[in-house]
Each structure stands twice: as structure tokens, then as C-alpha cells.
């Protein structure tokens, strides 16, 4: 290579160097640290505090009950007998009747129901929650009903739950800075309100004279139960959050019952007919067992949260 040449080829090169280095002391190179995008500083989203929320779940109910009824009429049979000193009943014989029926039920269907929730949470570190909530359930059309019934005697009634409450605890851990997975335990109550009504026709007598059976019983009742169960909880921002949780939930059983007693007495052909009546009827509910599914909104109140370290 010539001298000429071998001089040029210097030329440009150091012309090359000097300029490159005079953009990057300039600052206008785009890729430059000054023109970088900066970076966002991660989102808190707020765990710690008092929530409350409102919900929707279904359920299913399973629960067996049965209920029975029974009617004994005992009666005597007497002639007037009349002698030189007076008259009196003579007891000419008698005869007994017994009735009864038994009646079971049983639930095993799906039911809806609404729920309110309200709950305080601490968050440990930065992985780990613990918590407290108390939540109510208005739940719809679920009940056992009886319905056996003849134009002679009937048992027929509906015992209906109408509300449970929990208050309970969770233990949870975030496996993402918005998603936490939970377990839960507590301690739950159920309202169970309704009646069975008893009609057994009058054996012996009839028309406006008769004496048929006509017995309630009532139920109002609260049952003792526990729960647990787990769930996830997303934030959808700092406050505001969907839960999906799961719960099995077990309710202890009732029994109820009833019993009566009558005298009663009439004539008929020359006869005086006494009698003493016994009725009664009893209800049974075997322990109630429900698995939900509930999805609640809810709202995380208080003070915004200190900024931490993310998740490593």
C-alpha cells in the first residue's frame, strides 16, 4: 500500500474515534443513559386493615329429618240402671283406637343465598397474612318440607333455614404482590323456623260434635355448627379485591315435640260413652351439612400502607 493511502486510512479512522466520543459527551446519542425511560416504581397494594365486603354464594344443603304422629282413643261404654233407690251407670264394656303416622324428608339440592363480610387482616413480613372475619348469609328457599295427607289424617309442615352467621379466622400467603391463597376456620350458627301441623278425623263422632286432633308444632330454633375452608383473593388495585372461597360447614340436629291430652264424653242410644284422648307428634332433624361457593367483593378501608420491598 501506497504512503498516500496508508495516511488516509489513519485519517478517517482517528475522524471516526473523535466524533463518536464527541456524541457521547454531548449526551445526544439515543441511546443514551439520559435518554432512558425511567423506571416505575412498583405498585403497593394495601393488605393491612379492616375490610368490609358483599357477596353472593351457592350452596348445597343436605339434611334428613323425619317427623311422627299418633292419636289414642280409650273408651268406655255404660248403661243407665235404675233401682229402688235411684239409677247409675253401669259400665257395659269399652274399646280402644290408636292412629299414627311417620313421615320422612330429606334435602339434598342447591340453594342461593347472599352474604355480607366484614374482616381485619395484618400482614407479617411480606409474604404471610393473618386475620379475623364475621360474616352473615340470608339464604333463599331452603327447607325440608312434610306433606303426607288422606281425607282421615294428614302431617304435613316446613321447617326453613333462613340465615347462618360465621366468625372465624384465616391464615393466608401472597404467592404474588396481588394474589393470597387462604385457609379458613370458625364458628357458625343457623336459624331454623317453621311448623308441623297434625289433623287426625274424630274415630267415633261426627258432624259439629266431633273431636278430631288438631296439633302444631313449632320450630324457632338456632343450631350450633363450625366451618372451614380456603380461598384466593386478587386485588384488582390497592383497596379493592374478589375473593373465591370454598366452605364446608356442619350444623348439629334439633328435636321437638308435642303432646296433648283430652276427656270427652257423649250419649247415643241410651248409652253414655266416656273417653280419654292422647295426641302428640315429634319432629327429628338429623345434622345439616353445607358445601358453598361464594364470591365476595371487597374493600380495604384505613390508611394507605407503607411502601415496602417487592417480592423476591
Known amino acids: 500500500m501506497s504512503r498516500s493511502l496508508r495516511n488516509a486510512a489513519v485519517a478517517v479512522a482517528a475522524g471516526m474515534t473523535f466524533g463518536t466520543s464527541s456524541v457521547l459527551a454531548d449526551g445526544y446519542y439515543a441511546g443514551s443513559i439520559k435518554d432512558a425511560a425511567p423506571v416505575p416504581a412498583p405498585e403497593i397494594y394495601q393488605w393491612d ?170 320450630v324457632d330454633e338456632t343450631v350450633d355448627g363450625w366451618t372451614a375452608g380456603g380461598g384466593l383473593e386478587a386485588k384488582f388495585d390497592k383497596r379493592l379485591s374478589l375473593k373465591i372461597e370454598y366452605r364446608y360447614s356442619n350444623f348439629d340436629g334439633i328435636s321437638a315435640k308435642v303432646r296433648e291430652g283430652d276427656h270427652d264424653s257423649w250419649k247415643k242410644n241410651g248409652y253414655l260413652y266416656t273417653r280419654d284422648i292422647t295426641e302428640g307428634a315429634k319432629l327429628n332433624l338429623d345434622d345439616t351439612e353445607i358445601h358453598s361457593i361464594r364470591a365476595v367483593l371487597s374493600f380495604k378501608l384505613g390508611a394507605d400502607a407503607e411502601s415496602a420491598a417487592p417480592l423476591k
Open 49 to 218: 386493615g379492616l375490610s368490609v365486603g358483599v357477596g353472593v354464594g351457592v350452596g348445597r344443603f343436605d339434611q334428613d329429618g323425619s317427623a311422627k304422629a299418633w292419636r289414642k282413643d280409650e273408651v268406655d261404654k255404660f248403661k243407665k240402671k235404675c233401682f229402688r233407690f235411684g239409677c247409675k251407670w253401669k259400665h257395659k264394656g269399652g274399646f280402644d283406637s290408636a292412629k299414627g303416622m311417620h313421615e320422612h324428608a330429606s334435602e339434598d339440592d342447591w340453594n342461593i343465598f347472599g352474604t355480607v363480610q366484614i374482616g381485619y387482616d395484618k400482614l407479617l413480613g411480606d409474604r404471610f397474612l393473618i386475620g379475623a372475619f364475621a360474616d352473615f348469609d340470608l339464604i333463599k328457599d331452603s327447607s325440608l318440607n312434610f306433606s303426607e295427607k288422606t281425607p282421615w289424617k294428614s302431617l304435613t309442615g316446613e321447617i326453613e333455614r333462613e340465615y347462618m352467621w360465621t366468625i372465624g379466622g384465616r391464615v393466608g400467603f401472597l404467592v404474588t404482590p396481588r394474589i393470597l391463597v387462604y385457609g379458613l376456620a370458625g364458628f357458625s350458627r343457623m336459624n331454623l323456623d317453621g311448623n308441623v301441623n297434625v289433623f287426625f278425623k274424630d274415630p267415633f263422632r261426627y258432624g259439629s260434635h266431633s273431636n278430631h286432633t288438631d296439633l302444631g308444632l313449632s
